[in-house]
């Protein structure tokens, strides 16, 4: 009831309002401000006792922080790591707790001395507006006119002054050029859309690069798949870059259990249910590794796109929009799982010319 | 004759005699320093704990220059490829790795204290960013952004993404298999920008992901490029900070031509040194103590393997998040045999740009709707402004509801739910939850500053119950003190713009009136609802119509009824 100013609530909007008019007669429209308020000393500033002690704080604290230094310089002498990850961690703390001690100390020793024992009286200063006064703006503009003046330009030697601005803006083409050129490379952007997949690659292990025999593959079972290749090879750049994009997932289903898959009308891309899924996620390019075995998931880790491996791998939640790209695979005399070809669409994220 | 007696007068001190007097004599000479020194030695700055937040930021920045420094005599960014030769840790010995990634090893195990400055750098750039955005909060929600400081704001926004730039770069040099899942995601969303997007990717990696140029050009990045530029502008942002004066809280004899405070030395010098001290001895004390980003454990970058439950630094939690809540279907578009993935461009692209552009033109539209072109140096007590604190509160909504969403894996795991149920409350989370938070803390605001003209009307309440002799019961309210109340009324509480008619007095439409008639909208949903500040007036007028919040001379005599355990209002 205090705010009888205030209308109901449930207006759709309010306003609280001072009363202009009625009974204001006599007093100001606002209050007056009431200064500073007043002094209150600490207890420093009256009780010696409590100074003296708080210098007796102060000068402990900053021999603290000596201590921690030595101590700091002590740990990196007597406890050297040994190597192992606990050794490495014992040196780590010891050396770290020391100067954390040797900082610490300064900085509650500078803090107590600054709030205990230097003046606390608040003192005012003027502010005054930011702005230049009136006479030096006159003057700055009549310099820069003076300096315009000067330079024999304004309004006239128009092919000089086209010249030095055409200069100005492109001399940075001369580093610009060189740079931008060599940058990107090659710049063969063509190459998001292959991958070193081909007709008769063997599907090998990954890490080890062991080729698969059917016979290994059991039903159930999930294989993380790279290409045959060389061992030497697979210790190179190259390898690191061919691997982010021909990185494949294999699951053997029950073939029953394998709804579709990608393969195109007359054409055969699975083996006995086994399918070979690209690995790498058609939303930014995590590898996909989640399988879960009783839905045939295949849940991507980074933002949690899910695919139905027996449903041609399409996109049953999450940010992914495509389903990921089946290598098509078959077998070949000795028993190893090949593929058929290079993955028909690219791999990977989308980009503005993948279907180009 | 003038410069003649110039002269004698320069004369007329005696030659310094103490070694820092003539240190001091010989440095004037050839600086003129002691102009420096009489303007800053007892500078008034004001005091108050939050304006320690961006302190905080500095010192944390200055740690991060000490122990990157450490950290590259030891680094060396080389993504050729080499076998471990180190015996430890045992389960990286014989690997096939990037020099980078051995060397972080190395320094980690082999240099000593290497590990402890590699953990304190890290923590130390969670906290940079941290304390940036809690500066920032204080900084947004005290209106310390308002004329003449928009333009330091604009600097400290900058400082923020470039904050993120240098916590980006430098958590992928290490070349292991998280940060190169990182720089994978950030692959993907670089090839769905429109038109340029491949190229961008190829001019990012000097060809295509992974490449062996990368490691190499973001060291370039994290430690000239980034932290140059962060040094000028942390420069920049500190010299307008002293050119234009802290601002203050509001309070007694605090106005906004005067600062109040304590000088520059002793007290700020002795303080500043003291912060410093005690921030760079907490991220010591964490990087001794607790253990973060192990890259052994993870081993080097290998394209096939990814840990569930890998989570980004927190700064970067809300763009990962972003990508999360995104739905995938239906939103990528082919047109004219273009792809366009609207489902990684929106959430990576065009939802942070709408954050960050919030935050750019704030000022400018807050001083635009209010109609303001004066200095502030008090700030406002964020009850004051309803719509700005309630603006704020619910974008930062957004942003801990992106974030969160960025470890809805977390969330899954640790208490046991769905993660598709989880993604689907926070999609609709990330539209309700900020207008919700907007909404309620505009009426916290609004109810704050009715309780505020309540006490400043009729005082606290006393707890003390009294007994008429006609038999009323009513509780004693003591009056406010002058600075109490002064705190409560000094504030402006601005009306929406008033703006001219449609016609003018000959009847012809105004050139115009149509955008004038917008930003008044804008101008009425920021003020339409608003509390104005107790008068003297109206104190006066509750006083006189019969108030029973006082007692006055007769009714003295009464007989006190004790004190009552529930605060009766009346």
Redo the contacts between chains.
């Keep these: ?3 009888n100013q ?1 209308p109901p609530a449930d207006t759709s ?7 202009q008019t ?3 007669v006599g ?5 007056p ?5 007043e002094h209150k000393h600490r207890l420093t500033d009256t009780d010696p006792r409590a100074a003296k002690r708080a210098e007796r704080t102060v000068t402990f604290l900053f021999v603290l922080s000596i201590l921690g230094t030595i101590g700091s310089i002590v740990a ?1 002498v007597m406890v ?2 040994d ?3 606990s050794g ?2 014992l ?3 010891l ?3 020391g ?17 205990a024992l ?3 009286k ?6 005054h ?2 702005a230049s006064d009136d006479a030096t703006r006159a003057d700055a503009v009549k310099d820069l006119n003076d300096g315009l003046e000067d330079s024999g330009v304004v309004g006239r030697r128009g092919v000089l002054k086209g010249a030095f601005f055409g200069a100005l803006a492109l001399f940075p083409l001369a580093i610009a050029v060189p740079l ?1 050129g060599s ?5 063969n ?1 063509s ?2 859309k292959h991958t070193m997949w081909k007709r008769g690659t063997r599907l090998a292990i ?2 080890s690069g062991r080729p698969i025999k059917v016979a290994d593959v059991t039903v159930g079972s999930v294989f ?1 798949v ?1 290409p045959e290749t060389t061992e030497e090879f697979r ?3 190259e390898w ?2 061919e ?3 021909a ?1 494949v997932l294999m699951v053997r289903l029950n073939p029953e259990d394998l709804r579709t898959d990608q393969s195109p009308e007359g054409e055969t891309w699975s083996h006995e249910g086994i399918v070979a899924y690209s ?1 790498i996620c058609t ?5 996909v ?2 399988y879960e075995q009783q839905t045939h998931h295949l849940l991507c ?5 899910t695919f139905d491996i027996a449903d041609s791998a399409k ?1 049953v ?6 389903r990921l790209p089946q290598l098509p695979i078959t077998v070949d005399d000795e028993g190893y799982l090949i593929a058929q070809d290079d993955f028909a669409e690219p791999i ?9 | 004759m003038s410069t003649a007696t110039h002269d004698t007068k320069r004369e007329a001190p005696a030659k310094p005699t103490t070694p820092v007097g003539k240190a001091a004599d010989y440095l004037d000479q050839r600086t003129s320093i002691g102009v420096a020194v009489k303007e800053f030695a007892r500078k008034v700055f004001p005091d108050h704990w939050s304006f320690m937040l961006g302190e905080i930021a500095l010192f944390s920045f200055v740690v991060l220059i000490a122990s990157g420094f450490f950290l590259t005599m030891f680094f060396e960014p080389s993504m050729a490829l080499t076998t471990y030769e180190g015996e430890h840790p045992a389960n990286m010995h014989g690997q096939l790795m990037s020099v980078a990634f051995a060397s972080t090893l190395d320094m980690s195990f082999e240099v000593r204290g290497g590990l402890l400055m590699r953990q304190i750098h890290h923590w130390s750039a969670l906290i940079f960013m941290a304390s940036i955005v809690v500066h920032m909060m204080r900084v947004f929600f005290t209106g310390a952004f308002r004329k003449p400081r928009e333009l330091n704001w604009i600097v400290g926004l900058v400082l923020m993404i470039l904050g993120l730039a240098a916590g980006f770069s430098g958590y992928s040099l290490p070349d292991d298999v998280l940060s190169g899942n990182g720089l994978r995601i950030t692959d993907g969303v670089i090839k769905s920008i429109p038109v340029i997007g491949s190229f961008m990717s190829y001019l990012v990696f000097g060809g295509e992901f992974p490449g062996h140029h990368i490691v190499p050009r973001l060291f370039t990045i994290h430690i000239f490029v980034v932290p140059g530029i962060l040094l000028a502008l942390i420069a920049l942002h500190l010299f307008l900070m002293v050119l234009q004066k802290h601002t203050q809280y509001p309070g007694g004899g605090r106005t906004d031509k005067n600062v109040v405070g304590y000088p520059a030395a002793p007290v700020y010098v002795a303080k500043m040194t003291g912060n410093f001290f005690i921030v760079a001895g907490v991220l010591t004390l964490m990087g001794a103590t607790m253990a973060i980003n192990n890259v052994w454990n993870y081993g080097p970058f290998d394209p096939s393997p990814v840990s569930a439950g890998a989570q980004p630094d927190w700064y970067m939690l809300f763009l990962e998040g972003s990508l999360r809540l995104m739905p995938g279907q239906g939103t990528e578009w082919v047109i004219g045999g273009f792809t366009l993935p609207l489902n990684v461009l929106v959430p990576a692209v065009v939802i942070p740009g709408i954050l960050f552009t919030f935050l750019f033109v704030y000022p400018f539209l807050e001083a635009r709707v209010t109609g303001d072109d004066k200095e502030h140096h008090v700030l406002d007590r964020p009850r004051n402004k309803p719509v700005r604190t309630g603006l704020g509160v619910g974008f930062l909504t957004a942003f801990i509801i992106l974030a969160l969403a960025g470890s809805n894996d977390l969330i899954a795991t640790h208490f046991g739910l769905s993660i598709n149920s989880i993604t689907w409350v926070f999609r609709f989370l990330l539209f309700v939850g900020p207008v919700f938070a907007y909404y309620i803390t505009k009426r916290i605001c609004l109810g704050l500053q009715r309780k505020d003209r309540e006490l400043v009307l009729h005082g606290h309440e006393s707890g003390r119950i009294v007994r008429f002799a006609n038999g009323e019961y009513i509780e004693v309210h003591t009056p406010l003190d002058e600075q109490e109340r002064w705190l409560r009324v000094n504030y402006e509480a601005p009306a929406p713009l008033a703006i001219a008619p449609k016609t003018d007095a000959r009847g012809v439409k105004r050139k115009g009136y149509g955008s004038d008639k917008r930003w008044q909208g804008l101008s009425r949903f920021f003020y339409e609802d608003r509390v104005e500040p107790v008068t003297p007036a109206e104190v006066e007028a509750a006083h006189s119509h019969g108030e029973h919040d006082e007692l006055t001379g007769s009714e003295r005599q009464t007989v006190e009824a004790g004190v009552g355990t529930t605060s009766q209002e009346h």
């Excluded at chain 1, 100067?99 to 709030?115: C, D, Q």
């Excluded at chain 1, 880790?301 to 796109?305: A, F, G, L, N, T």
Aim: aromatic fraction near 6%; glycine fraction near 12%.
């Design positions: 009831m205090s705010d205030n909007h309010e306003v609280t309002v001072t009363p009625g009974n204001a007093h100001a429209e606002r209050f401000d009431p200064g500073i308020p990196y050297p790591p190597g192992t990850t490495v961690r040196s780590t703390l050396i770290g707790l100067l954390a001690v040797s900082l610490l100390g300064i900085g509650v020793a500078g803090i107590h001395w600054a709030k230097m003046g606390d608040e003192m005012v200063q003027e502010r507006p930011l931008i940058v990107g490379g090659d710049w952007i190459a998001f990954d890490p993380h790279i210790e190179s750049h690191i870059t691997k982010s994009k990185v690995k939303h930014v390019g995590c590898p590794a989640l880790p980074c933002h949690q796109s996109v939640f999450g940010p992914a929009n495509r990977g994220p989308s980009f503005w010319e993948r279907l180009k």
